[in-house]
C-alpha cells in the first residue's frame, strides 16, 4: 500500500503561485516505478485531470486548461512529486489530489489517491 499526503496548498492571488507536493510513504520501494499525478475538484464539479507524469518522468502531459501555467515534476529519491502553478486564475481554485498508478502512465482511475489540499485563488 502507498500512502499519499499532499502539503503547500492555501490562499493566492490570482496572478500568483503556489507549488504543491506530493510525498509518498509506504511501500515506496519501487516510487520510480509509480505514475504520478494531480486532479482537482471545485465544488459542485467532478474531479479532473490536471497533469501526469511517467516513470521515470520522461512523459508529462496537461489538461488543456493548465498548459503552459503548471509544471509536474518529481524527484524519485525524496519520493516526492511536485505541482508547480504559475499565473494561477479564480477557476484553479479546487481541492487537489496527488494520485499514483502501477501503471507506466496515470490512468483515469488511478491506484492511490490522497486526501487532498485546498488552493483557493482570489480575484
Known amino acids: 500500500q502507498v500512502q499519499l499526503v499532499e502539503s503547500g496548498g492555501g490562499l493566492v492571488q490570482a496572478g500568483g503561485s503556489l507549488r504543491l507536493s506530493c510525498a509518498a510513504s509506504?511501500?515506496?520501494?519501487?516510487?520510480?516505478?509509480?505514475?504520478m499525478g494531480w486532479f482537482r475538484q471545485a465544488p459542485g464539479k467532478e474531479r479532473e485531470f490536471v497533469a501526469r507524469i511517467s516513470w521515470g518522468g520522461s512523459i508529462t502531459s496537461y489538461a488543456d486548461s493548465v498548459k503552459g501555467r503548471f509544471t509536474i515534476s518529481r524527484d524519485d529519491s525524496k519520493n516526492t512529486v511536485y505541482l508547480q502553478m504559475n499565473s494561477l486564475l479564480p477557476e484553479d481554485a479546487a481541492l487537489y489530489y496527488c494520485?499514483?498508478?502501477?501503471?507506466?502512465?496515470?490512468?483515469?482511475?488511478?491506484?492511490?489517491w490522497g486526501q487532498g489540499t485546498q488552493v483557493t485563488v482570489s480575484s
Open positions: 494520485a499514483a498508478d502501477k501503471a507506466p502512465v496515470l490512468r483515469s482511475r488511478p491506484d492511490y
Open positions: 509506504g511501500r515506496t520501494s519501487n516510487f520510480s516505478s509509480l505514475s
